[in-house]
């Protein structure tokens, strides 16, 4: 059984910074590309960000980049986002999310987290 | 503002059909990139619904159809159940900005 658990969300001031972390279970993670979509309170899903199965290619929203960075450790079955310059506007539920492929090319997501908590309030 | 265009809710009564659109443009959907669909129920993460436009993974009941036609795509689901009260979200591929991965707004579907 696929099983992703997000951890790492918790409450941070603006311009602070917070590691996010998923543990992956169930499948063979070094052979897909996994992603990180977040959820505003009472707003829709918002891609963040995502890695290929080998960390040679990644994307960012325009919203993180140059704030966020993702990585992957295929040793640990883990994926990571660092979230530095942290906004109020980054609140939201983060989801770990795995691709249906490794190279994360025009791909779709086939299990989700349950999601970790980033508030962000002074 | 979401780059793919779903109305804000639907609803309909136990039995009835119901649709959502899903509206995008020549970069997305138009541009020949698949569509996927995603439901997630109240305190929930998401979870596939349909992938490629209208395939069903395994264990989702076939009264949920999904199609796609020029730039826009639709999800169908008939005999409308009290568990069908969810959030239904669209999902595609935009090769011209970033987000590349992009959603549309969600749809609250009401079962009356």
């Known amino acids: 059984e696929v099983q992703l658990v997000e951890s790492g969300g918790g409450l941070v001031q603006p311009g602070r910074s917070l590691r996010l972390s998923c543990a992956a279970s169930g499948f063979t993670f070094d052979d897909y590309a996994m992603h990180w979509v977040r959820q505003a309170p009472g707003k829709g899903l918002e891609w963040v960000s995502g890695i290929s199965w080998n960390s040679g290619s990644i994307g960012y929203a325009d919203s993180v980049k140059g704030r966020f960075t993702i990585s992957r450790d295929n040793a640990k079955n883990s994926l990571y986002l660092q979230m530095n310059s942290l906004r109020a506007e980054d609140t939201a539920l983060y989801y770990c999310?795995?691709?249906?492929?490794?190279?994360?090319?025009?791909?779709?997501?086939?299990?989700w987290g349950q999601g970790t908590l980033v508030t962000v309030s002074s | 503002q979401s780059v793919l265009t779903q109305p804000p809710s639907v609803s309909g009564a136990p039995g009835q059909r119901v649709t959502i659109s899903c509206t995008g443009s020549?970069?997305?959907?138009?541009?020949?990139?698949?569509v996927h669909w995603y439901q997630q129920l109240p305190g929930t993460a998401p979870k596939l619904l349909i992938y490629?436009?209208?395939n069903r993974p395994s264990g989702v009941p076939d009264r949920f159809s999904g199609s796609k036609s020029g730039t826009s795509a639709s999800l169908a689901i008939t005999g409308l159940q009290a568990e069908d009260e969810a959030d239904y979200y669209c999902q595609s591929y935009d090769s011209s900005l970033s987000p590349y991965w992009v959603f549309g707004g969600g749809t609250k579907l009401t079962v009356l």
């Open positions: 020549s970069s997305n959907i138009g541009a020949g990139y698949d």
């Open positions: 490629g436009n209208s």
């Open positions: 999310a795995k691709d249906i492929s490794d190279t994360a090319m025009a791909s779709y997501f086939d299990y």
